[in-house]
């Protein structure tokens, strides 16, 4: 497991995107099965009506066969998408299977936006988030943009407020020993991989 203290936030972030760019199609597509297999039957996951998960990039564990799953069981199920302006802020937006969906201004296909089909974030059962680095006391490490942080920071205010339950998804070899926590950074409730859960 990877000691962070002696790196900085950017070397960190820079060496953990490299270890899982370096996983092969094989090695993602295995992980990809594992991380169905650890959550698909999990209460957090059975019990939630509405899910937000995201479309895998750069390297991360794909939630795919998750977002599949939801949809087969007549759950709503959400992507994320970037505001126009401003264009730090993002929504959730319900898909449907099928959709035709369009490249962000990062590479990342996302719905088209449609207003009446946002749902507010503090109304989702459960939020999967991609990250870069995670560690056993629910810190995150996130692509460095903030737009998740941002989009949770309404947590930071309501201490007693519960939904929605927020996992990290991350490949095993994601770990760290600790990582530092900024101040808006929002914690996380767990984070699962394809090789277990750290809560």
Known sequence: MLDATSLSRAQLRRLLRQQRRALSA????????????????????????????YLPNDGEIDPRPLLRAAQRRGKA??????????????????????ERLVKNRFGIPE??????????????????????????????LGMGGGFYDRSLGYRQLRKNWHKPTLLGLAHACQQVERLAVASWDVPLQGTVTDRGWYL
């Open 26 to 53: 094989t090695a993602q597509r295995l992980a990809a099965h594992d991380l169905y297999r650890q959550l698909a039957q999990h209460p957090s996951f059975r019990r939630a009506r509405h899910i937000a998960l």
């Open 77 to 98: 199920t959400y992507l994320p998408v970037l505001s126009p302006w401003p264009r730090s802020k993002m929504v959730f937006q319900r898909i449907v299977p099928g």
């Open 111 to 140: 719905p088209r936006r449609n207003l009446k089909r946002q749902r507010k974030v503090w109304t989702l059962d459960l939020v999967l988030l991609p990250l870069v680095g995670f560690d056993r006391h629910g810190g995150r």
